[in-house]
């Protein structure tokens, strides 16, 4: 279900794009680029490089002048200026671990399609209020996985859920079968040492197995 890259791209889009969004953590600019690059070639289009490393911005920068093929975000938003700093630095989306107004509307004021975490039945309907549909689930394993997911199904019936947090290739299945989830989310595309050595080779048979999953 892969979508136009080219202009604004909803949060339903960015989730549909491939079964998983990477959560990548970047603390060298040299590997940004190569990085996308092997994730784009793997099948893996929709980056969130997170907002969790002095040099993440630059990242985010460089991915988005040098990698047409990939769709850059911003994770770990948790205020407007996180919003307002990525959207300079050419991201597109946003995920957030939580939600507050301000978020949601710096990221409306800056153009970024938002993902804000929930964990809660209070959350959802909170976001809801605000307007929003497509919510992540953090920490998704921690907070009652994919059961939760199943019992949220009955009362929040018209909303998508990307899990992430504790999520692998291996229990990915799990919570793409279910119908409330669009995607999952998750860090083992992109393993600290893999980046470390450079092996890019490495972090596009990890797209590929992951852009392959069924949902
Ligand atoms: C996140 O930031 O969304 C999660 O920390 C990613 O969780 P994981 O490392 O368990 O995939």
């Given at each position: 279900m892969a979508v136009n890259l080219s202009g604004h791209l909803t949060a339903l889009q960015v989730m549909q794009d491939a079964p998983v969004i990477p959560v990548i953590v970047l603390?060298?600019?040299?590997?940004?680029v190569p990085m996308a690059r092997a994730l784009v070639a793997g099948g893996i289009r929709m980056l969130e490089v997170t907002l969790?490393?002095?040099?993440a911005l630059a990242c985010m920068e460089a991915i988005a002048k040098e990698v047409p093929g990939a769709v850059v975000g911003a994770g770990t938003v948790r205020c407007a200026a996180d919003a307002a700093a990525a959207a300079k630095a050419g991201a597109r989306f946003a995920v957030s671990p939580g939600y507050t107004k301000t978020v949601g509307q710096a990221c409306r004021d800056y153009g970024l399609s938002l993902l804000p975490g929930v964990a809660t039945g209070s959350e959802i309907m909170m976001v809801q209020e605000d307007g929003y549909t497509e919510l992540k689930f953090f920490p998704a394993m921690q907070a009652g996985g994919s059961a939760m997911l199943k019992a949220w199904g009955g009362p929040f019936f018209d909303v998508k859920f990307c899990p992430t947090g504790g999520v692998t290739q291996q229990n990915a299945r799990d919570f793409l079968?279910?119908?409330?989830?669009?995607c999952v989310g998750g860090s083992?595309?992109?393993p600290a040492d893999a980046l470390a050595q450079g092996d890019w080779a490495r972090i596009e048979q990890l797209a590929r197995e992951a852009s392959q999953l069924p949902r």
């Open positions: 603390n060298d600019v040299a590997h940004a969790r490393t002095p040099q079968s279910l119908p409330n989830v669009a083992w595309l992109v």
